[in-house]
């Protein structure tokens, strides 16, 4: 018995894309915060990119630290909602042409979020990125990163715990 033949690697990236997408635009305060995400393979970096709104001590100048938290809590849940369909985006149980916010799952709710401020952000763009300690049926505990110009000098990061979406119904 022979597998089937992988579809062509286009196919693939419009299905990661169109997930992306659909999920990234299902948050409204994704688009108030102007935040995107870029791809790679399965990994994600979001990005926040510099608005004068965004700022929160114009003395400093200095990111307010409520959006501070905002952007790296929804790295974590859109990183974790991600890592979630990365399974079906694969085999391609999603399809693009019907992929709307509200065929996707439910996003996880938080139940905790702890932010260590670790420096300024400065008025420039900032990045963030999702780590996935431990993701079960019902919990999961996941670790967030802010950085700006050096990924090693971070400006903040989060512990998130969340509880995990149950089925549409």
Known sequence: MSRPA???????KQRRDAALHALVSGVPY?????????????????????????IGNPLLPALHGGVTAAFLETAGIIGLSWSLLWEDIESGAIDPE?????????????????????RSGLPRDAYARAHITRSG?????????????????????????????????
Request: without cysteine; positive net charge; glycine residues 4%.
């Open 137 to 169: 049926r019902r919990y999961a505990s996941v670790d967030v990163e802010a950085w700006q110009d050096n990924r090693a000098r971070p400006i903040a990061q989060a512990k998130a715990h969340f509880v995990m979406p149950t089925a549409r119904g």
């Open 6 to 12: 992988p579809d062509p690697v286009q196919i693939v």
């Open 30 to 54: 994704v688009q108030f915060l102007g935040i995107s995400f870029e791809r790679r393979g399965d990994e994600l970096t979001a990005l926040l990119p510099y608005a004068e709104k965004l």
């Open 98 to 118: 019907t992929l709307t916010p509200q065929t996707l799952p439910r996003l996880p709710k938080t139940v905790s979020f702890t932010v260590d401020y670790l």
